[in-house]
């Protein structure tokens, strides 16, 4: 299913082993609206681990339609300094990201991202 090879991005992303994710996202993806290499989608992954080091992705709604997977991200974590262009520095904040993957031969091949902002600007 579907749904199971996202469940193990997920779980490759929290735990940060980068060397794997090719085997879940095509050398050359789309997300949102940009494209993008495996290398550039790894390094843009890195960056939020190094500004939000315990970011976690956690998983509240998962909705398979193949190929197409929509999911509800809930986030709990600490942005170091600025996020999203505002300045969190250091507080704990909450929010949700609405995100749907395409698939492509069993490989994200595009992502669409929508980051509940208001719900940061509100604990600020």
Known sequence: MLSDVYRQYIACLNAQ???S????????????GRALTLDDY???LKRDFREIP???FDIRLLIEEPPRIACRLRFECTPKADFLGLHVD???VV???NVFYAFRDGKIDNVWSVIDKAAIE???
């Not at 994710?21 to 949102?32: E, I, K, R, S, W």
């Open 17 to 19: 082993d980068w060397a």
């Open 21 to 32: 994710l090719g085997m879940f996202v095509h050398d050359a993806l789309q997300y949102n």
């Open 42 to 44: 790894r390094e843009m």
């Open 54 to 56: 315990d970011l976690f």
């Open 90 to 92: 250091g507080k704990r």
């Open 95 to 97: 929010f949700c990201e």
């Open 122 to 124: 509100a604990q600020l």
